[in-house]
């Protein structure tokens, strides 16, 4: 199924309502933008397995975007709109993009990435112009909304970060498939998740994020109804419930939390009995912050665990939850292996890294030895997404880390390399690491311990240091990807090879919180 599908019968359905505004796109409207859009990729000579960038906000037209470019069979890239000048041109260029659609809430950095960018054949822009992008608007009207005569599936290609601290794209072998042939989530979402022509989809998170932008086309092509958020406020999305009569959302844990200290008047001023399946991923949920919400919304709550590789996929629903506190869930999907260093599988109860043995096959783009580093040392075909953990008897899987110092922050990954890279650049650095430290809200914030060229003699001189190099850092990465604060010691813990034990340092911070990880 696709958005076309259910315009045969049902034009008028609403497929998306943005919350805020209340604008709205019928199916019928939503398949007629996708025909125009994919007719000027045509026209333009893009072929399937060709590539577009992606750079939006929460658009009241994102999805006419993504699905035009999938109705033409092309890998679309949808690029954060929090990312610098530099990281955005990088990944237009790494991902070989044809043509780059943003829109005008994006211009100054449209403009600044036009000279970095010499591959792109054809720049758009919603919402208005500048001097190097024509109109979406006036592109797509042009142009018949009837069907291509071919149209085969096209797909994303989202990025993570590289171990080099450069973006990479998670890329699967393209194989062109006609129209309308479902994704291995479309049965999750039907089977598991319950999906079908009457969900009311709310979707509070950014739309370049690999669950919002899959949950949400899954719901189109079921017929459902998705209600994308602008911006997540909390109060805003427990009123979005009622207002619109939501039966299915998905969250991060940062929105249980910041919900969870809202006012409790204010939290029961708003019905949300009309849920029935809340699904959370991409971030670690305190034991007691689930709980809590599974008293307040009842067991309507999902959880699982996977990645943008989409090799293997771990699931518990809110009774499997209360019955193992705690845990990620069980593998529907793929089978999971614990091994250690050597690839030797470990019984249960005995952490090592989680592998996935699976037929999905994926690589990281220009990547081959990030790509070499996920796979089962033994060689049996195994991928891992890096993280640590173990199963219990019940083969539930519980994670105890982030192989690589990863730092999820509101369900957002940071790689903290990134940053070292920055800041070891600037001139009164010697030595530096970077990584993830508690925060009640977010789960974990980003801490920078700094080896400087000299020691701050007072409080007020070492603050006045420590706002300096996040303003360096701010210059060249996203503020995400930043230290949110700095302390400064006369060395840091290196081997004498020059390995440097983080781990000593993030232990030290986690433990005097009271908290492991």
């Not at 403009?111 to 792109?120: F, I, K, Q």
């Not at 989202?158 to 042939?181: C, D, N, Q």
């Not at 602008?230 to 940062?254: G, M, N, R």
């Amino acid at each position: 199924m696709f958005p076309g599908k259910i315009a045969e019968t049902a034009p008028d359905r609403p497929a998306i309502i943005m919350s805020g505004s209340g604008a709205t796109l019928t199916f019928g409207q939503l398949d007629a933008g996708a025909n125009r859009l994919s007719h000027v990729l045509a026209g333009l000579g893009l072929k399937p397995g060709d590539h577009v960038a992606i750079c939006l906000e929460n658009h009241p037209r994102f999805f006419e975007v993504v699905w035009g470019c999938h109705y033409a069979g092309i890998v679309y890239t949808c690029c954060s709109s929090r990312l610098t000048t530099d990281e955005l041109s990088y990944i237009i260029n790494d991902c070989g993009a044809k043509v780059f659609i943003t829109s005008k809430y994006k211009a100054d950095q449209a403009e600044e990435v036009v000279a970095l960018t010499p591959a792109l054949t054809s720049r758009y822009m919603l919402d208005g112009t500048t001097e190097h992008y024509d109109s979406y608007e006036a592109t797509v009207a042009a142009q018949p909304a009837t069907p291509l005569a071919e149209r085969f599936e096209g797909t994303d290609m989202l990025y993570s970060s590289g171990t080099t601290g450069r973006p990479k794209g998670v890329a699967f072998v393209y194989k062109p498939e006609p129209l309308g042939t479902p994704p291995g989530l479309l049965m999750l979402a039907q089977f598991v998740f319950g999906f079908n022509e009457s969900t009311r989809y709310l979707s509070p998170a950014p739309l370049y994020h690999a669950a919002p932008l899959r949950f949400n086309m899954a719901a189109h092509r079921l017929g459902g109804t998705t209600v994308v958020m602008e911006h997540f406020d909390a109060e805003e999305y427990l009123a979005a419930i009622p207002k619109y009569q939501i039966s299915h959302t998905q969250v991060v844990p940062t929105m249980f939390v910041r919900m969870l200290k809202l006012p409790e008047t204010t939290r029961n001023k708003y019905d949300v009995s009309t849920l029935k399946t809340v699904i959370h991923a991409a971030a670690p949920c305190p034991v007691e912050v689930k709980r809590k919400m599974i008293e307040w919304w009842g067991p309507v709550i999902h959880e699982y665990y996977a990645g943008t590789e989409g090799n293997g996929f771990v699931y518990c629903n809110s009774e499997q939850w209360l019955a193992h506190p705690g845990t990620v869930g069980q593998a529907i999907s793929g089978i999971l292996h614990i091994l250690d260093e050597d690839g030797n599988e470990l019984p249960a109860g005995e952490t090592g890294t989680v592998f996935f043995e699976s037929p999905a096959v994926f690589e990281y783009h220009n990547d081959p030895e990030k790509t070499k580093s996920s796979r089962d040392p033994k060689g049996r075909g195994w991928s891992t997404l890096g993280d640590i953990g173990y199963l219990d008897a019940d083969k539930f899987l519980y994670l105890t880390d982030r192989k690589a110092f990863m730092i999820i922050s509101g369900g957002v990954n940071i790689y903290p390399q990134e940053s070292e890279n920055v800041l070891i650049n600037h001139p009164k650095v010697v030595d530096i690491a970077v990584f993830g430290v508690p925060n009640e809200e977010f789960g974990e914030e980003v801490k920078a311990v700094v080896q400087p060229v000299t020691m701050p003699a007072t409080p007020e001189e070492a603050a006045a240091l420590g706002k300096e190099l996040i303003a360096y850092c701010r210059q060249h990465l996203a503020d995400i990807k930043c230290p949110r604060s700095v302390d400064f010691r006369a060395d840091l813990p290196r081997h004498p090879t020059g390995k440097l034990y983080k781990r000593l340092l993030k232990d030290e911070y986690w433990a005097n919180a009271g908290r492991s990880i």
